[in-house]
């Protein structure tokens, strides 16, 4: 995404330096080589920084979906960064920066002056790449699989210090949801504000979700839990409903246990007043991120690129108020149905087997198989 702000007076000046540096960047070596360096930088913070949070979102897209889609690897391997020169950035530009995947969007300026705009510096310009004809470009359709991706590594040590970070292991249990062009999107949105979470160190406060239902029945009552948030990653034709789990090493089965217990609770009853506060909390939280201008025009763009149209913030808040308990029930039901994705960071030598994990997510009340060892 490119932007910027600016008075509306300058319009078509605007206009021109955001078409000059989307169809004709120059691309120097000096630049090129930067990024690489930046990138480099970037690979390497991912491996030691204490939070772990983006290293499992690659992996848990990994096991949800293996080898096609979304699960391929969206960081660059640390080998091919040397690949990258202006003949291949060149080439992504030919294919992708094209007008059937573009969008200008503008807030505060009148339509007619930006599409006028658009005619004169979009319209009919040679880009830098040339104008030969793009390739058809990959339309592959996610393929859910479910699996499990694991990382054994050393935790005990990433951040060093007088008051050095706890060693953690770190799971991520997810199924699958929904796209975001279908009607169950809403309800989806509404359960994952409703399971909420945090870290156990987290500030309270209005609006902090210190009543969802990760804080009320995991943080709260577990206090060996360092962190337990569920997120939603929603896509053009797929989806995925996950939480994310922190804890010690030796306390990774009753941490697992407990976030399938929370799974096996999402199709079970639905209080009235946490389903109203979830709905009511993300109402605010849309409403006050439309607050700002450069979000406003953000939103225009993306929901225009991804269905063409786009919903206003009142038909949106209509939607979110439409969901009743047993919407939740029925779209927590149907994702239970699915095989689980599983991402596993840490010493994991007490780690349940996949196939426990699964049996749990099929069980009545969430619970793991029992296992027997004769020797210890």
Same mark, same amino acid.
């Not at 690659?58 to 960064?81: S, W």
């Not at 996610?142 to 005990?156: C, F, H, N, P, W």
């Not at 789990?245 to 306390?251: G, I, L, N, T, V």
């Not at 239970?336 to 596993?344: E, I, N, Q, T, W």
């Given at each position: 995404?490119?932007?910027v702000?600016?008075?509306?007076?300058?319009?078509?000046t605007?206009?021109?330096l &955001?078409? %000059?540096?989307?169809?004709? $960047?120059r691309?120097?070596?000096?630049?090129? *080589? #930067?990024?690489?360096? =930046?990138?480099q930088?970037e &690979?390497? %913070?991912?491996?030691?920084? $204490?939070d772990?949070?983006?290293?499992?979102t *690659? #992996?848990?897209?990994? =096991?949800?979906y293996?080898e096609?889609?979304?699960?391929?690897?969206?960081?660059c391997p640390?080998?091919?960064?040397?690949?990258i020169d202006?003949?291949?950035?060149?080439?992504y530009?030919?294919n992708?920066y094209t007008?059937?995947?573009?969008?200008?969007?503008?807030?505060?300026?009148?339509?007619?002056?930006?599409?006028?705009?658009?005619?004169?510096?979009?319209?009919?310009?040679?880009?830098?790449w040339?104008?030969?004809?793009?390739v058809?470009?990959?339309?592959?359709?996610?393929?859910y699989?479910?699996?499990?991706?694991?990382?054994e590594?050393?935790?005990?040590?990433?951040?060093?210090g007088?008051?050095p970070?706890p060693?953690?292991?770190?799971?991520?249990?997810?199924?699958e949801s929904?796209?975001?062009?279908e009607?169950?999107?809403i309800p989806?949105?509404?359960?994952?504000m409703?399971?909420?979470?945090?870290?156990?160190?987290?500030?309270?406060?209005?609006?902090?979700?210190m009543f969802?239902?990760?804080?009320l029945?995991?943080?709260n009552?577990?206090?060996?839990?360092?962190?337990?948030?569920?997120y939603?990653?929603s896509y053009?034709d797929?989806?995925?409903?996950c939480i994310h789990a922190?804890a010690?090493?030796?306390?990774?089965?009753?941490?697992?246990e407990?976030i399938?217990k929370?799974?096996?609770?999402?199709?079970?009853t639905?209080?009235?007043?946490?389903?109203?506060?979830?709905?009511?909390?993300?109402?605010?939280?849309?409403?006050?991120?439309l607050?700002?201008?450069?979000?406003?025009f953000?939103?225009?763009g993306?929901?225009?690129?991804?269905t063409?149209s786009r919903?206003?913030p009142?038909?949106?808040?209509?939607?979110?108020?439409?969901?009743?308990?047993?919407?939740?029930?029925?779209v927590?039901?149907?994702?239970l149905r699915?095989?689980?994705?599983?991402a596993?960071?840490?010493n994991?030598a007490d780690?349940?087997?996949?196939?426990?994990?699964?049996a749990?997510?099929?069980?009545?009340?969430?619970?793991l198989?029992?296992?027997y060892?004769?020797?210890?």
């Amino acid at each position: 995404m490119y932007a910027v702000s600016a008075d509306s007076k300058g319009l078509d000046t605007v206009v021109g330096l &955001l078409a %000059d540096v989307v169809l004709h $960047p120059r691309l120097t070596d000096e630049e090129i *080589e #930067m990024a690489r360096m =930046a990138i480099q930088f970037e &690979l390497e %913070d991912l491996n030691m920084r $204490p939070d772990p949070e983006p290293l499992l979102t *690659e #992996m848990i897209h990994e =096991a949800a979906y293996r080898e096609n889609t979304v699960g391929l690897h969206r960081f660059c391997p640390t080998e091919n960064i040397v690949k990258i020169d202006r003949e291949m950035l060149h080439s992504y530009l030919q294919n992708y920066y094209t007008p059937e995947r573009m969008v200008l969007a503008g807030v505060g300026v009148e339509h007619d002056d930006l599409v006028e705009c658009a005619r004169k510096h979009l319209v009919g310009i040679r880009p830098a790449w040339g104008s030969q004809t793009a390739v058809d470009v990959d339309r592959s359709v996610a393929q859910y699989t479910g699996g499990i991706v694991k990382l054994e590594r050393d935790m005990s040590n990433v951040s060093p210090g007088p008051a050095p970070f706890p060693e953690l292991t770190h799971i991520m249990i997810g199924l699958e949801s929904c796209s975001f062009l279908e009607g169950d999107f809403i309800p989806f949105a509404v359960l994952n504000m409703m399971m909420g979470g945090g870290g156990s160190f987290s500030a309270g406060g209005p609006g902090k979700g210190m009543f969802t239902r990760l804080y009320l029945n995991v943080l709260n009552r577990h206090h060996w839990m360092y962190n337990a948030t569920a997120y939603h990653h929603s896509y053009e034709d797929t989806g995925l409903l996950c939480i994310h789990a922190s804890a010690d090493p030796r306390q990774v089965r009753e941490m697992v246990e407990i976030i399938t217990k929370e799974f096996i609770s999402m199709a079970g009853t639905v209080d009235v007043v946490e389903l109203e506060r979830a709905k009511t909390q993300l109402m605010s939280m849309l409403m006050m991120n439309l607050e700002s201008r450069p979000v406003i025009f953000e939103d225009v763009g993306r929901q225009v690129l991804a269905t063409r149209s786009r919903k206003l913030p009142h038909e949106l808040c209509a939607l979110i108020r439409d969901v009743k308990p047993e919407d939740v029930r029925r779209v927590s039901s149907k994702m239970l149905r699915g095989k689980p994705a599983v991402a596993a960071l840490g010493n994991l030598a007490d780690l349940p087997s996949y196939e426990h994990i699964q049996a749990a997510l099929s069980s009545r009340d969430g619970r793991l198989p029992r296992t027997y060892r004769l020797f210890r």
